[in-house]
Each structure stands twice: as structure tokens, then as C-alpha cells.
């Protein structure tokens, strides 16, 4: 049937499934074709997650015969994430089994030295008032450390999850070379914003280098990590100082965000009476359709389990490979 004469029927059925206290969101989209009398002559169902707008690029009819750019597959992200002695068992080891080894070179940030995990220590400093401390020392051991062997490097906490591939797709469409960075943008606070660090935020070669020898050097823009300083703002307030940017395109074509302070079901059903600032410091639309883009990059308070879960329905239900 030609394009003229097809017509393109969406059906979003939600059913919302509870898992290990959390609500999941299953997506099913059905495109269908229909005569001229509008009957339906056949129809195909095509699973997706959070296409919320019901149209995927990788399930767009023609798209699934078309040879994808393997470009994105070269960029090398380094992702560490921040963590605690208490959190590996109930929550970062769902990492470790998910999406943390497709990075090319993961980190576990904690409190102690622990081989068998592994986690490395990069600083005495320890609790979530200094999650600072351990952001910062770890973005100086990897600058030490890493600088030769990546493109971009990914902060992340240990409840966060993360579409690998998605992200690595969407950074092959910017320059490590550019003085700017990726996340999830807020307004308030920092002139030039800062990024939420839960939903997490990539940070290219020369973005590192700069936040490193500009930003961390200055002791009166930039916290040290002896101060309890929130990390977000914080990050944000030493980027401005170095002179990297963070970005505001870190979106789709319809402004549909990448990066994601709050789970899945919150991202879509928003309870605005109890987190209105979320709407209030963001800069672009929230909630329903508008809330997640299908090449969606990150989520944020994902508990462990399902963790595995979200993993399974983006391994199985989109394109990953």
C-alpha cells in the first residue's frame, strides 16, 4: 500500500506493572493500515519502551532494512559511578549486571578499596554530604590517569541507569574537543546552570581538561573537597569557573529529554504539587509524551532489581545492538 493511501493508526496501550515497589511502564505500539473504507486490513504490533509519541526511528516503517552509521560504535566513554560499602550488594552489583560493562571502561567509586568488587577509594572523605569530595578526586585520578584512552567520561550514582548505546549514538554527534558538557539541565542557582547529578552528565576531553587545570584551581569559585557543597551545583559552579558550557541540546527534534532525574513512571506521571521545582528548573516540556525521547539516555532512582528489568525490556524491546 503507498504511502498516499496508508493510514497510520497509533494505539499506546500503558499497562503499568508493579515491580519491586516501583511502577514500570510497558509501551506497545500498533501501527495499522487501513483501506479506503477505513477497516482495518492488517496490523502489526511492534513492542517499544518509553516511545511515547509512538513513533520509533528504528521502528519506522522502511527503518528496519536500513544500514545504520557504525560510527558511534568508536567513541570511548568512561563511566564511574559513585557508590558506598553498604550499596553494593542491594544496588551496585545491578550495575555491574546491566549496563555498566558495555562502557569501555567503568569505574566503581566508594569509600574503601575493594578488590573483589572492585572499588577504589579516591578519597578519605566519606558519607553523601561528601559526595562532592568523591566526585571531584575521582575526576583528577582519571584525568591523571585515563586522559589518553577516552573521548568522553560519564558521572553517575549508583541508582542510575544508564542506555549505553544511546548514549554513546548521541555523543558521536558532538565534539570531546568543545569546551562543553552533558546532562540533564537546570536553571537556578548557577548562571550558566549545572546538571543534575543523579541523572548524570558526560564530560568531554577538553571539557575534563579545562574543568581540571581552570576550574578545580581556582579556590574561590570552586569548592574543594573539604567543603560539604552539593555536588550538582557545585559541578556546576566549577564548570562556569573553566569556562565549559554545559549544554542545552542534550534533547531530541521534539525537545523530548535525554537525561532523567526520576525514574520511568515519575518521568511520566509527574506529581507536580510535590515537585514542582522539577518543573520550575528544567527548560523543556515535562511529563506525558513530552517527558522521555525514545533515544532516551538515563534514568535516576532506579532501585536494583528493577534495574535488571529496565535492562531486559531495552535489550529485547529496542535497538541496542
Request: one cysteine or more; proline letters at 4%.
Amino acid at each position: 500500500m503507498s504511502e498516499k493511501s496508508a493510514i497510520a493508526k497509533k494505539v499506546l496501550l500503558i499497562a503499568l506493572l508493579i515491580f519491586n515497589s516501583g511502577l514500570l511502564i510497558f509501551v506497545f505500539k500498533i501501527n495499522s493500515d487501513a483501506d479506503d473504507n477505513n477497516s482495518l486490513s492488517r496490523f502489526e504490533v511492534k513492542p517499544s519502551f518509553v516511545h511515547l509519541d509512538g513513533v520509533s526511528s528504528a521502528n519506522q516503517k522502511g527503518a528496519v532494512n536500513k544500514v545504520e552509521d557504525e560510527s558511534w560504535r568508536k567513541v570511548r566513554v568512561l563511566c564511574f559511578v559513585v557508590t558506598h560499602p553498604r550499596a553494593l550488594e542491594i544496588q551496585t552489583k545491578y550495575v555491574k549486571m546491566s549496563w555498566g560493562p558495555r562502557c569501555d571502561i567503568t569505574l566503581y567509586v566508594s569509600d574503601e578499596d575493594n578488590p573483589s568488587f572492585p572499588t577504589i577509594m579516591v578519597t578519605p572523605h566519606t558519607g553523601y554530604r561528601r559526595l562532592w569530595a568523591k566526585t571531584r578526586c575521582a575526576l583528577e585520578m582519571i584525568y591523571e590517569k585515563y586522559y589518553d584512552k577516552i573521548d568522553w567520561v560519564l558521572k553517575t550514582d549508583d541508582d542510575t541507569y544508564v542506555h549505553v548505546e544511546n548514549l554513546k549514538r548521541f555523543l558521536s554527534t558532538k565534539d570531546t574537543n568543545k569546551p562543553e558538557y552533558f546532562g540533564k539541565f537546570f536553571s537556578p542557582y548557577v548562571k550558566n546552570g549545572y546538571p543534575s547529578g543523579g541523572a548524570g552528565y558526560a564530560i568531554g576531553k577538553t571539557g575534563l581538561k579545562m574543568l581540571i587545570e581552570r576550574g578545580f584551581a581556582n579556590k574561590t569559585h570552586c569548592a574543594s573537597i573539604d567543603q560539604h557543597a552539593a555536588e550538582d551545583t557545585s559541578m556546576g559552579y566549577c564548570m562556569q569557573t573553566a569556562g565549559v558550557k554545559l549544554a542545552r541540546d542534550a534533547y531530541d527534534s521534539q525537545k523530548r529529554e535525554l537525561f532523567h532525574s526520576f525514574p520511568p513512571e515519575r518521568e511520566y506521571i509527574l506529581p507536580w504539587k510535590r515537585i514542582g521545582f522539577y518543573r520550575q528548573y528544567s527548560i523543556n516540556r515535562l511529563g506525558g509524551d513530552a517527558c522521555c525521547s525514545e533515544d532516551v539516555i538515563s534514568f535516576h532512582y532506579v532501585k536494583g532489581p528493577t534495574m535488571l528489568f529496565l535492562d531486559y525490556l531495552f535489550t529485547n524491546f529496542t535497538h541496542t545492538e
